[in-house]
């Protein structure tokens, strides 16, 4: 009941786009930061954006200007436009609330950029 559920990865060329989604509970999504966490082979998991409940949105300095973070509110769902796309940005993207809380972490999305 805890869990997120993210889709939309895919494999692209670099220079692509693609749209994930993270959905949630009305409970989790309610009055809390949702942000967007990149995790490359070996590597933890990283911040990359997040938007707060009032719609406030930061990022990473390696994704600002290329990446958009977004939420509708009425479909408990969060979004991560990634335009631009580079290898460096190949992972498994997680969403979750930030702070993170581990029960919420849930499969991840595969994003491959190909050069």
């Known amino acids: 009941q805890g869990r997120l559920v993210e889709s939309g990865g895919g494999l692209v060329q670099a220079g692509g786009s693609l749209r994930l989604s993270c959905a949630g509970s009305?409970?989790?999504?309610?009055?809390?930061?949702v942000g967007w966490y990149r995790q490359a082979p070996g590597d933890a998991r990283e911040l990359w954006a997040y938007i707060t409940y009032d719609g406030r949105a930061n990022y990473a300095d390696s994704v600002k200007g290329r990446f958009t973070i977004s939420r509708d509110t009425a479909k408990n769902t969060v979004y991560l436009q990634l335009n631009n796309l580079n290898p460096e940005d190949t992972g498994v993207y997680y969403c979750?609330?930030?702070?993170?809380?581990?029960?919420?972490w849930g499969q991840g999305t595969q994003v491959t950029v190909s050069s």
């Open positions: 979750n609330i930030s702070p993170y809380r581990d029960d919420y």
């Open positions: 009305r409970t989790i999504f309610s009055y809390n930061t």
